[in-house]
């Protein structure tokens, strides 16, 4: 089953902040969040995994909640080049699975 | 910094019709992956290939679809008989851990007619 992330779009004046939501009805392993633009390639944002490790890119903070399979991903101070889909990628736990289940994604726009 | 290839950007073929798209890795990573993305809709696991052998599949990655990796740097998605439904942009991925950060490569726009 794919997570769900919330809200499916956003519209902020850059310089505002921006919360990303993604849950799964899985415990999970880890969620991985990408950022998309339009006919480009998923980039790769943030990892985090059970039992709190994480690796990402330095203006970029998430949290991942263990306990209910949630994650979020903080934009803050948002700049007209975090507009994009962002999506999140789950690994379930005891499965040994390695590909990703992606949300729908979240449309953020940045206005100047 | 190091970054996943694709070739071709762009394929065009008719249907029935067989395609191998290509990816290059990056050069030290071990787990190599291929997700497929319907204009507009997110982005699907295919398959995942590590020690030269299919790691997991997804149920779209049925009997028409092959991996392979037939030499140290290349990593292919063959199609077999393609339909009109395979039109979509196909992505290549590497990580260097099992389980951990993809990265995924530009990929390549298959259309299929």
């Known amino acids: 089953q794919q997570p769900v992330q919330s809200p499916q779009a956003v519209i902020l004046r850059e310089g505002e902040d921006a919360v990303i939501n993604c849950s799964s009805s899985?415990?999970?392993?880890?969620v991985h969040w990408y950022r998309q633009k339009h006919g480009e390639a998923p980039v790769f944002l943030m990892i985090l995994l059970k039992g709190g490790e994480q690796k990402g890119h330095e203006k970029i903070s998430a949290s991942f909640n263990e306990k209910k399979q949630q994650s979020s991903l903080y934009l803050t101070a948002s700049q007209l080049s975090y507009s994009g889909t962002y999506f999140c990628g789950t690994i379930a736990s005891g499965g040994g699975a390695d590909g990703l289940t992606f949300g729908k994604g979240t449309h953020l726009i940045i206005q100047p | 910094e190091p970054e996943v290839t694709q070739t071709p950007s762009h394929q065009v073929t008719q249907m029935g019709q067989e395609v191998i798209l290509r990816c290059v890795p990056i050069?030290?990573?071990?787990?190599f992956y291929w997700y497929r993305q319907i204009l507009g809709q997110k982005v699907e696991f295919l398959v995942s290939f590590y020690n030269n052998e299919i790691s997991e599949k997804s149920e779209i990655f049925d009997d028409q679809f092959s991996v392979e990796r037939p030499d140290g740097s290349n990593f292919t998605l063959k199609i077999r008989s393609t339909k009109l439904e395979d039109s979509a942009m196909y992505f290549c991925?590497?990580?260097?851990?099992?389980?951990?950060?993809?990265?995924f490569g530009p990929g390549t726009r298959l259309t299929v007619t």
């Open positions: 991925a590497s990580s260097d851990f099992l389980q951990y950060e993809q990265y």
């Open positions: 899985k415990a999970l392993y880890s």
């Open positions: 050069s030290n990573h071990l787990y």
